[in-house]
Nanobody, 123 residues
Framework: QVQLVESGGGLVQPGGSLRLSCAAS????????MGWYRQALGKQREFVAD???????NYADSMKGRFTISRDNAKNTMYLQMNSMRPEDTAVYYC?????????????????WGQGTQVTVPS
């Protein structure tokens, strides 16, 4: 199974920047799509951005132009560069991935989530 670990969260002032990382590990696997989601306290988890194996990207409207998602397949790592940050960006940010692997000798397609990393933009 794949484990995802986010890092890079923290406190940043409005208008500032932060870069999140998500590292995948856990054995033999091939990651397809990856994405970032976030969840503010008391709110529903929402889509931030995703990226395909070959680098195609999608962004939520409020993120477009401010955030940039990228990945390094050789390092099994995904990134989220966040610029022009706003207080409403305050949330726990989660890494998501769909991946192909082998379980007990059989091919499988599975989903993994990271534990989340806190991002705080004070108002």
């Amino acid at each position: 199974q794949v484990q995802l670990v986010e890092s890079g969260g923290g406190l940043v002032q409005p208008g500032g920047s932060l870069r999140l990382s998500c590292a995948a590990s856990g054995g033999i696997f091939s990651i397809d799509g990856m994405g970032w989601y976030r969840q503010a306290l008391g709110k529903q988890r929402e889509f931030v951005a995703d990226i395909g194996r070959s680098g195609s990207t999608n962004y939520a409207d409020s993120m477009k132009g401010r955030f940039t998602i990228s990945r390094d397949n050789a390092k099994n790592t995904m990134y989220l560069q966040m610029n022009s940050m706003r207080p409403e960006d305050t949330a726990v940010y989660y890494c998501n991935a769909h991946y192909y692997t082998v379980v007990d000798g059989a091919p499988a397609i599975l989903e993994a989530w990271g534990q989340g990393t806190q991002v705080t933009v004070p108002s």
